[in-house]
């Protein structure tokens, strides 16, 4: 069986879920009578089987035969219990010899994510001037007695006349001598430059000090390791249905604590596609890869993958379902999104340049605050999802988009005041506000509408829009009216 011990007999029987206790109470007391008869039933039944056992040892004489006949039947039924209760403890122990086998399975693979491997390498440490930096020119009479501040760098020396003014002379002066030009930053930090890896400042950044090569040994991860860790989770978790939830949460914390987030500023250019990890990357492809089956139990108790704080560039969601995953607060500039599931997603504040949702389902994913304001071909817009029916963009910088989905299929999505839109985009809304202020009091006032200034907005795609910030409650009030008119509502849309 592949599922869970507790499982395993109703399974047998055609169940394929567990009974629900905490339901239809009232139904546990008419099975508890119905056992009571039953139990005294059985009783009775054994009892006239005694009966009619002695009267016939009694009437016919007390033979060997007959006295042994009459022992069988007295020890098959006594023994009867004793036989179910051990084969009911040997299944128990069996489980729980099977449920320690895996654990000790998972904590096996645990200890595999976290392997590493040690490495000697050829190296040089560099220190290198960094912050925020300033310029000044120095008067120097005596220049064999000058000193650099600390952390600064001398620029260029010249020659030249400058007058003096202020309270350390008595009347204005010309300084007729060297001049040296100093920079000097705030900080300074220290890298290790590999043999063959010249190290590159950053801008306004300066080399301060370079040191001599010696050999550093370095610790790296134990890439196939740890990839080998991830496909045993995926086999516990295809195994055992107690222990898929838990197995997700093993991966998606290992996704966030090997691939945090730095920044969620924008790439102002992309060269080549962003690099991910061979075992980040195998750990998204064993979650998108989980059964349907998997996925239902997952539903069933409300459970979201943790994916927040997340940089993630580069990397490959293709076909996997993601329903109601959390990628908040994330960088996913190239991230390629095509087919996947993102039904009710989270993208509160991510940076998703770049990004393809080609053939996706964005149906009721909230990208509040996220950033899409670069794009790179005609293919990456957000709207070549296969829907987007209820898509929440409040807050959102969506200036690299030129179009919205009309209303020709319905699709209605929801943005803001604050949503911010490109140059075409923000005219058409500002033309529309008078009619997106009579559709707000509409859905939330019950108040009448013109269908001409419905109309209006069904075309443009600006059916939902709010007048208002994304913070208002007008704006969360008409968010609420549009899931309840879409039947959004329950997992994984709140």
């Known amino acids: 069986m592949k599922n869970g011990s507790g499982a395993k007999f109703l399974e047998w029987v055609g169940l394929r879920r567990q009974p629900d206790f905490s339901k239809a109470p009232w139904l546990g007391a008419l099975v508890g009578v119905f056992l009571a008869l039953l139990i005294i039933s059985a009783t009775v039944g054994v009892a006239a089987i005694l009966a009619q056992s002695l009267a016939i040892v009694l009437k ?21 219990p004793f036989v179910v209760w051990r084969a009911t403890v040997a299944q128990k122990q069996a489980d729980t010899a099977e449920q320690s086998h895996i654990t000790d399975q998972i904590n ?8 590493e491997r040690a490495t000697n390498k050829i190296g040089r440490p560099v220190k ?25 760098r001398e620029i260029k020396r010249y020659r030249d006349e400058t007058w003096l003014h ?28 590999w043999q063959g890896r010249e190290v590159e400042p950053g801008d306004d950044e300066a080399i301060a000090d370079v040191g001599d090569w010696a050999v550093f040994a370095e610790t790296l991860p134990n890439i196939e390791v740890r990839t080998g860790a991830i496909y045993a989770l995926e086999r516990i978790s295809q195994d055992s249905e107690r222990d898929h939830i838990q197995i997700m949460e093993i991966l998606t914390a290992y996704i966030r604590e090997n691939a945090p987030v730095k920044d969620l500023v924008s790439s102002e250019k992309i060269s080549k596609l962003p690099f991910v990890r061979t075992d980040i990357q ?11 089956r998997r996925i239902s139990l997952e539903h069933a108790k409300k459970y979201r993958l943790d994916l927040q704080s997340v940089d993630l560039s580069g990397a490959r969601f293709c076909d996997g379902d993601f329903t109601g995953a959390i990628f908040s607060l994330s960088r996913l500039e190239c991230a390629n999104f095509r087919d996947a599931k993102l039904v009710g997603s989270w993208f509160h504040g991510s940076l998703l340049n770049y990004c393809s949702f080609l053939r996706a389902d964005l149906t009721g994913a909230v990208i509040d605050g996220a950033e899409i304001s670069q794009m790179a071909g005609s293919d990456l817009s957000i709207f070549l999802a296969n829907s987007t029916r209820g898509l929440s963009m409040a807050r959102a910088n969506i200036s690299a988009i030129d179009y919205l989905p009309t209303d020709d299929q319905y699709t209605p999505t929801l943005g803001s005041k604050d949503t911010k839109l490109g140059s075409d985009l923000e005219s058409e809304y500002s033309c529309l506000v008078d009619e997106m202020r009579q559709f707000g009091r509409h859905k939330i006032s019950r108040k009448e509408m013109s269908e001409e200034g419905m109309e ?36 994984p849309f709140e």
Do not use: C
């Open 108 to 115: 096996k693979a645990v200890a595999g994510l976290g392997s």
């Open 456 to 491: 209006k907005l069904r075309v443009s795609g600006f059916l939902y829009w709010s007048p208002y910030k994304g913070s208002d409650w007008a704006t969360s009030r008409l968010r609420h009216e549009m899931r309840k008119e879409l039947r959004q509502t329950g997992f």
């Open 166 to 193: 202020g309270n350390d002379v008595d009347e204005d002066e010309v300084f007729d001598g060297l001049h040296i030009k100093v920079k000097t930053w705030e900080n300074v930090r220290t890298v290790i430059e």
């Open 128 to 152: 290198i001037y960094t912050g925020k930096s300033h310029e000044v020119v120095h008067l120097v009479e005596k220049p064999s007695e000058f000193e650099l501040p600390p952390r600064s």
């Open 282 to 292: 195998a750990a998204i492809d064993v979650i998108a890869r989980r059964s349907s």
């Open 60 to 80: 016919f004489g007390a033979d060997a035969e007959a006295i042994r006949n009459v022992g069988l039947v007295l020890v098959a039924i006594f023994g009867a």
